[in-house]
């Protein structure tokens, strides 16, 4: 398997708070069949930000010290970058800001209260750069708890989605289990990653049984291993699944932003 999101780096951000937590989430990644990890720490200016060559430093100390605990995981180097219109000003360095440095993929954080209005440029912007974006967790955002559909719309207009593993095993509570698993049953999940925090967190093999009983094996294959590959590698791939609307009536993506 293949985990695209996971805070992994010791010391820069919200998750791993030292070498040796690190080692642990690893461990636990690979004990559960994980073989290569995206290391995504925070990029929200002002708080939790590192530059690629910190970042590649950082991700090559860690894989040595993988190696030496014979702990048998790639790491690759990656960002969780918080949606604010200063994405624009970043535009000219996406490259490196994107999934394993491919210049094809960018895990992109949204506001947990609502969909920014400037969702509209921002997708623009990045279709002309090339770039795809990934959103994290999008079944943790209240707007999009209120009304799945807003993901719809998000995956109709060149998004694609990443569900977190404890969304799915409830971790986050009964609202939020239940959005996960209706969008995945709708199919506009892409790819299950775990997220990770810290050694408490759950590893990506926890969600298998559970999505492959919602799913079937063939379908948690391409969430878990095919299309995180892909991702990883920068590579295309088909969607076989259609993407099906929820029952609620759509009034389109602008109507569900916030204007603040």
Do not use: W
Not at 73 to 90: A, H, N, R, S
Not at 182 to 208: C, F, K, Q, R, Y
């Amino acid at each position: 398997m293949v985990d695209i999101h996971c805070h992994i780096l010791p010391g820069v951000d919200d998750g791993a708070e030292s070498i040796e937590e690190s080692l642990t989430m690893l461990r636990k990644a690979a004990t559960g069949g994980v073989k290569s990890i995206v290391a995504t720490p925070h990029l929200l200016r002002g708080s939790y930000e590192t530059s690629l060559s910190q970042r590649q430093e950082m991700v090559a100390d860690l894989q040595k010290a993988a190696d030496e605990n014979h702990i048998d995981i790639q790491i690759k180097t990656g960002v969780e970058y918080y949606l604010t219109p200063q994405i624009l000003e970043d535009m000219d360095r996406l490259e490196e800001l994107s999934i394993n440095n491919n210049g094809k993929y960018l895990l992109i954080e949204l506001p947990m209260r609502f969909v920014p209005q400037s969702m509209d440029d921002v997708l623009f912007n990045l279709k002309v750069k090339g770039i795809i974006p990934v959103l994290a967790h999008p079944e943790r955002n209240e707007g999009i708890c209120r009304n799945p559909n807003i993901v719809f719309d998000l995956v109709e207009k060149g998004c694609l989605t990443q569900i977190n593993v404890g969304s799915i095993l409830g971790y986050f509570g009964g609202q939020i289990r239940k959005v996960a698993r209706n969008i995945l049953t709708h199919n506009l999940a892409h790819v299950i990653a775990s997220d990770m925090h810290s050694a408490n967190s759950p590893a990506l093999g926890a969600a298998v049984p559970e999505v492959e009983k919602l799913l079937g094996k063939e379908q948690a294959a391409r969430l878990f291993v095919e299309t995180p590959q892909q991702i990883v590698a920068g590579e295309d791939f088909h969607q076989e699944e259609l993407p099906q609307q929820f029952g609620t009536r759509r009034r389109g993506l602008r109507g569900f932003f916030s204007r603040s």
